[in-house]
């Protein structure tokens, strides 16, 4: 596509809920990251893809957090067991390849809302 | 770690007037420096970027200074308009990871 696609855009789960997140990365970019935008927060990073392997997942919350990719291409965040805290805006973003000087490209989110 | 800082609080100015929005960092080693911009309703999209000390990134009227020696990399634009109303984040990647500021909301008052 011609940019970076999330699904779903809204989601309203109930605590203790599992929910997954999917994102469609621009065709071709290598480099996928998950970010967490809270109200009143800046963008905090999640996790970093390079290809299908993660060589940094640092920033995951919790071991409720996951995600994977498969085929270079479509990422699955899952959260296990929400809580209200996991409320927030989740954002992905690919680039062309791996570097300090690559810009990232994002997908408008998805709003996660745990009730 | 990787940290970027924006000055606190959200930005009310009028149309015409002069934007500064400061910005400083703490890395390791050389990283490349950027703002992003978020419009209302929008994702997140790059606004200017630089990549080595001294480089002047610039867009839509918006420039930045890559400040080694003072580790800032503050956005300031001449005269704003009501269009310039958004969030903006400051961001840096030194290790293939970007890292942002908390933002600040800009409102441009006509």
């Known amino acids: 596509g011609a940019g970076v696609s999330q699904s779903p855009s809204n989601k309203v789960t109930e605590k203790g809920k599992d929910v997954e997140l999917r994102c469609d990365p621009i065709?071709?970019?290598?480099?996928l990251y998950w970010y967490r935008q809270s109200l009143g927060q800046g963008l905090e990073f999640l996790i970093y893809?390079?290809?299908?392997?993660?060589?940094?997942k640092s920033g995951l919350p919790s071991d409720r957090f996951s995600a994977e990719r498969t085929g270079g291409s479509v990422s699955t965040l899952t959260i296990q067991r929400t809580q209200q805290e996991d409320s927030a805006v989740y954002l992905c973003?690919?680039?062309?390849?791996?570097?300090?000087?690559?810009?990232?490209?994002f997908g408008q989110g998805t709003r996660l809302t745990v009730v | 770690g990787d940290s970027v800082t924006q000055m606190e609080g959200p930005v009310t100015l009028s149309e015409e007037a002069f934007l500064t929005i400061n910005c400083t960092y703490t890395a390791t080693g050389y990283p490349s420096l950027f703002w992003y911009v978020q419009y209302p309703g929008e994702g997140l999209q790059l606004l200017l970027k630089a990549t080595k000390a001294d480089d002047k990134g610039s867009n839509k009227g918006f420039e930045a200074t890559y400040r080694k020696e003072t580790t800032s990399f503050h956005l300031e634009k001449g005269s704003v308009q009501v269009s310039d109303s958004a969030v903006y984040f400051c961001a840096l990647n030194g290790n293939n990871r970007l890292a942002f500021g908390k933002g600040n909301q800009v409102v441009v008052i006509p």
């Open positions: 893809f390079q290809g299908n392997s993660a060589p940094d």
């Open positions: 065709s071709g970019h290598t480099a």
């Open positions: 973003a690919s680039s062309s390849r791996q570097g300090r000087n690559t810009e990232a490209f």
